[in-house]
């Protein structure tokens, strides 16, 4: 159950997230167990690669633990021509994925950014961050 500060972190970031036209929810479940401090370093060189390989882009991802508290798994928010591509050549390339681990949905902008990732935020155990080319803008 969320507590009140809980449940405004969780609105804030959903309606913060759900300003951007998103264009696919990504989720990422690796073929081996990842822990959450390799798996955050993972996030942060796709950060790098996508910075290097594309002009245009935006991506929100959450670090989320397995029941079994040891690996981890990752829901991400992306858009960007091309960069649902550059994700799978960047996680095929280091080895960590296959076909089946990697998952591309259409967003619905209906059901808004909490549904797809911000719920994940009360955890006390994730990581997230935000990544995107100097052409977008923060607001």
Not at 18 to 33: L, R, V
Not at 96 to 104: I, M, N, P, T
Not at 125 to 130: A, E, F, H, P, Q
């Amino acid at each position: 159950m969320y507590t009140n500060n809980t449940a405004q972190l969780v609105k804030g970031w959903g309606n913060w997230l759900s300003e951007t036209a998103w264009d696919f929810f990504t989720t990422i479940t690796y073929k081996h167990n990842i822990k959450p401090r390799r798996n955050e370093r993972i996030m942060f060189d796709l950060e790098r690669t996508l910075r290097s390989h594309l002009k245009s882009f935006k991506m929100f991802w959450v670090m989320e633990h397995t029941s079994n508290n040891y690996q981890t798994h990752n829901h991400l928010l992306i858009k960007g021509n091309g960069i649902k591509d550059e994700v799978n050549n960047y996680l095929k390339s280091k080895k960590l994925v296959d076909k089946r681990f990697v998952k591309h949905l259409e967003y619905e902008k209906e059901l808004g950014a909490t549904f797809y990732v911000s719920k994940f935020i009360k955890s006390d155990n994730i990581k997230y961050g935000i990544s995107y080319s100097d052409n977008y803008k923060l607001k």
